[in-house]
């Protein structure tokens, strides 16, 4: 059995990537500055970072593979023009297939989009287009609210968003929904905003018609769904108070949640309460809580510890680890293929 954690970002980039996202920003704000030119980075500076975080501590944890995408909270949708975002993107995607050429085994990537609030798709489309047809990339990271913590985007049901899922059936890739850093004080990025987006994502599935239209759309709501599984009373009753079909068929066969959940009765209540065919291994490692939890002398965001706990048979087991992943992913199953997995 494999391990495949579905939820990793590149959260150690070398130097040269962060100096050129400051130049991109600089040339916003100072006419006088060129926009910057993407860095030359060589193999070795990718490989300080990677093999110093994400690859010793999975080695450590005992996982096979991460399916791996640029840093979440510096997404930053909100900042520049379209071509801000765009070259942005494109710098982020690109080091992540550095990262999966140099570590083929244990590294398959996943991409983030050029995003804008407000903004069309057509950068978004080419951009997954060029990640998963030239890249060999298995999937996207979808964030619901470009804004950066002011929600001034349609619901992801809205056909707004069409066009993009169209390109996601088309490829046969499913999307992450995933928010970046947060841009009002009012949110902590990864102890408010992160929580309250897939909170409300599910929330927005249940309101909406969307997987009518998209009965092959996949999404993966991370954090173990948010405070869905804990308030899973709650969206079952109000699915039923708005007159919409029950969840099992309505929302629960094209979303999934992961197992970024940073103790244990929150994973045993995850497995309680959802079906195990809608669970998907994940650590967001190296990502929001990096400390070690002083009752259990463990790392938090170990989740795999919490999962082996759980006394799951070895076939469901199988599932969270490794079956669920090839199912949503695709992609991914097919490369697992053809390395003989
Ligand atoms: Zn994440």
């Excluded at 030119?37 to 060589?42: F, G, K, V």
């Excluded at 300080?48 to 640029?70: C, M, V, Y």
């Excluded at 982020?92 to 989009?113: A, E």
Aim: proline share 6%.
């Amino acid at each position: 059995m494999l391990i495949i954690d579905c939820h990793g970002h590149h959260t150690v980039t070398p130097q040269a990537h962060l100096d050129y996202r400051k130049a991109q920003k600089a040339a916003l704000t100072d006419a006088c500055l060129a926009h910057p030119q993407r860095p030359d980075i060589s193999d070795d500076e990718i490989r300080e970072g990677i093999e110093a975080n994400q690859l010793k501590l999975l080695k450590e944890r005992g996982a096979d593979l991460t399916i791996f995408s640029p840093r979440a909270s510096r997404m930053e949708p909100h900042i520049g023009s379209a071509d801000t975002a765009r070259n942005w993107s494109m710098a982020c995607n690109n080091l992540i297939h550095r990262v999966t050429n140099l570590y083929p085994d244990t590294f398959v990537g996943v991409c983030m989009l050029p995003q804008t609030p407000g903004g069309d798709f057509k950068h978004c489309i080419e951009e997954l287009e060029r990640c998963v047809n030239e890249l060999g990339f298995i999937g996207c990271n979808l964030n619901p609210d470009p804004s950066g913590g002011y929600w001034t985007s349609p619901p992801l049901t809205d056909k707004y968003w069409y066009p993009l899922y169209e390109k996601m059936v088309e490829l046969d890739i499913p999307a992450m929904v995933h928010v970046s850093g947060s841009c009002n004080p009012a949110f902590h990025a990864t102890g408010s905003y992160y929580i309250a987006a897939d909170t409300n994502a599910f929330m927005q599935f249940i309101q909406g018609d969307l997987f009518k239209d998209f009965p092959d759309l996949r999404f993966i709501i991370p954090h173990g769904g948010g405070a869905v599984p804990y308030h899973w009373g709650r969206y079952r009753g109000l699915a039923d108070m708005l007159k919409q079909p029950s969840l099992d068929t309505h929302v629960m066969k094209n979303v999934y949640f992961d197992t970024c959940v940073y103790h244990q009765p929150g994973i045993d209540l995850l497995f309680d309460v959802i079906d195990i065919d809608n669970i998907l291994f994940g650590s967001e490692m190296v990502g929001a809580v990096r400390c070690i939890d002083p009752q259990t002398g463990q790392y938090f965001d170990d989740t795999k510890r919490y999962v082996d706990k759980l006394g799951l048979s070895r076939a469901d087991l199988r599932k969270v680890y490794e079956g669920n992943a090839r199912r949503v992913y695709p992609r991914l199953d097919a490369i697992l293929k053809q390395r003989g997995f």
